[in-house]
Nanobody, 120 residues
Framework: QVQLVESGGGLVQAGGSLRLSCAAS????????MAWYRQAPGKQRELVAH???????NYADSVKGRFTISRDNAKNTVYLQMNSLKPEDTAVYYC??????????????WGQGTQVTVSS
């Protein structure tokens, strides 16, 4: 059984910062790419940031220069540092990871989501 558990969401004023964490646990053999998505009310889920197992990153245009994705492979954890937050960043943020479990094929796993609310 593999789980992704997110933490770090909350309420922050515009211009502020938050750091999200997502820890993978369970019968993990290896983790490939990891990513953060977000879904605002009435909108489709969108990719925010992506990081490969080798550390290569890419970002949605709307967050470039403000958000930084990183990972600690020893801890099976991915982070999202969010700076200069704007009200339009308000959404539920989801962690995603491509995980090869010990007794299973590689597949995508999702966290339960963490709410980020940015007030103006």
């Amino acid at each position: 059984q593999v789980q992704l558990v997110e933490s770090g969401g909350g309420l922050v004023q515009a211009g502020g910062s938050l750091r999200l964490s997502c820890a993978a646990s369970g019968s993990i053999f290896s983790i490939n790419a990891m990513a953060w998505y977000r879904q605002a009310p009435g909108k489709q889920r969108e990719l925010v940031a992506h990081i490969t197992s080798g550390g290569s990153t890419n970002y949605a245009d709307s967050v470039k220069g403000r958000f930084t994705i990183s990972r600690d492979n020893a801890k099976n954890t991915v982070y999202l540092q969010m700076n200069s937050l704007k009200p339009e960043d308000t959404a539920v943020y989801y962690c995603n990871a491509a995980i090869l479990a010990i007794i299973a094929d590689e597949k995508d796993y999702w966290g339960q989501g963490t709410q980020v609310t940015v007030s103006s």
